[in-house]
């Protein structure tokens, strides 16, 4: 009897560990927390696991990735450029349709009326962007044979 019940109680502790029931999630993209301030965001990015850093003609961006999910650009502005300081990310997550929509997220913590206009300009280019990879997604499905199997 002793036997039996140990058993019950290690395959109950086995069945109920999130190890064994389920695969691992992907982590979410990372997202901004503008409470931080910018030189704190612009190090806490850089420390993300799977940052890349791509600095340079005039750019400071920081990018991460999950191949077919989603991936997330992060850029911080530099000085002289309207709105800075200010930290913008622009996420695009792969919908189930094959479309990758961009939706954009921005921190200011200057000029209030540049930052708006640099926002308005964010979501403008999200629009587009995510409209050219509608259109890419339909050019496809129109392309592709009616006997190619449905990727």
């Known amino acids: 009897m002793r036997a039996g019940l140990g058993i019950a109680l290690a395959v109950a502790a086995l069945g109920s560990s999130q190890a064994l029931s389920a695969p691992a ?30 600095s340079g003609d005039n750019r400071d961006v920081i990018t991460f990735a999950n191949p077919d999910v989603w991936r997330v650009e992060i850029r911080f502005t530099r000085p002289g450029e309207p709105a800075h300081p200010a930290v913008t990310l622009r996420k695009f997550v792969k919908q189930v349709t094959g479309i990758w929509t961009a939706q954009s997220k921005a921190c200011g913590y200057g000029d209030q009326a540049q930052f708006d206009a640099l926002m308005a300009a964010l979501k403008a280019e999200d629009t587009r962007l995510t409209n050219d990879s509608r259109e890419d997604v339909e050019r496809r499905k129109r392309e592709r044979s009616p006997l190619s199997p449905v990727p």
């Open 25 to 54: 999630a992907a982590p979410p993209p990372p997202d901004l927390d503008c409470s931080l301030g910018f030189v704190a965001l612009h190090n806490w990015s850089a420390w993300l696991p799977g940052a890349q850093r791509e």
